[in-house]
């Protein structure tokens, strides 16, 4: 969140993909609730500048992926005019389908490693605050980047290992 603040690209997301989520986030965490769920929901629609993307379901019905459950995201990518989908899940996105809208899908590294390649500053005070947001354990900078390793980040740590005492 710290990161689509800045301003270096245009964070977007809908509804659907909230609601998926919060449901995801409960089934596997015990320890949250709804409530608290939809709360930061709230704060990321408004504190992301023109995040919400809405009426991009009339482009669903055309759209073929390997799960069909994923054809909201591409639907709204295209309502966007998105540049790229960010997503571990790269395999239900083919470039076969998402080369006819112009766009392309990106695992979460490639696209962090990327912004920092255009913007090392503005990355790093995003990961300055992202870290000292971090209360509940406070973290260190190796135990942030610990964290960013336990999430698939090897490249994304490689670079901000560079610029530790920036963050």
Same mark, same amino acid.
């Given at each position: 969140?710290?990161? /689509?603040?800045?301003?270096?690209?245009?964070?977007?997301?809908?509804?659907?993909?909230?609601?998926?989520?919060?449901?995801?986030?409960?089934?596997?965490?015990?320890?949250?609730?709804?409530?608290?769920?939809?709360?930061?929901?709230?704060?990321?629609?408004?504190?992301?500048?023109?995040?919400?993307?809405?009426?991009?379901?009339?482009?669903?019905?055309?759209?073929?992926?390997?799960?069909?459950?994923?054809?909201?995201?591409?639907? /709204?990518?295209?309502?966007?005019?998105?540049? /790229?989908?960010?997503?571990?899940?790269?395999?239900?996105?083919?470039?076969?389908?998402?080369?006819?809208?112009?766009?392309?899908?990106?695992?979460?590294?490639?696209?962090?490693?990327?912004?920092?390649?255009?913007?090392?500053?503005?990355?790093?005070?995003?990961?300055?605050?992202?870290?000292?947001?971090?209360?509940?354990?406070?973290?260190?900078?190796?135990? @942030?980047?610990?964290?960013?390793?336990?999430?698939?980040?090897?490249?994304?740590?490689? /670079?901000?290992?560079? @610029?530790?005492?920036?963050?």
């Amino acid at each position: 969140m710290h990161l /689509a603040m800045t301003d270096l690209f245009r964070a977007k997301w809908t509804n659907k993909i909230h609601e998926e989520w919060i449901s995801n986030l409960l089934l596997n965490r015990d320890d949250l609730t709804r409530e608290r769920l939809e709360r930061t929901r709230d704060l990321m629609n408004q504190h992301v500048r023109d995040c919400l993307v809405e009426d991009f379901e009339h482009f669903e019905k055309d759209l073929e992926l390997p799960d069909p459950n994923d054809r909201h995201v591409l639907a /709204a990518a295209i309502k966007a005019r998105a540049d /790229a989908i960010i997503t571990i899940n790269l395999k239900d996105f083919p470039d076969s389908t998402l080369s006819k809208y112009g766009i392309e899908a990106m695992h979460p590294d490639d696209f962090i490693n990327s912004q920092i390649g255009l913007s090392s500053a503005a990355v790093c005070g995003a990961a300055k605050r992202q870290r000292e947001s971090l209360k509940n354990p406070p973290k260190s900078v190796e135990e @942030y980047l610990q964290t960013l390793e336990a999430q698939g980040l090897p490249q994304t740590i490689a /670079a901000l290992r560079y @610029y530790a005492e920036l963050i």
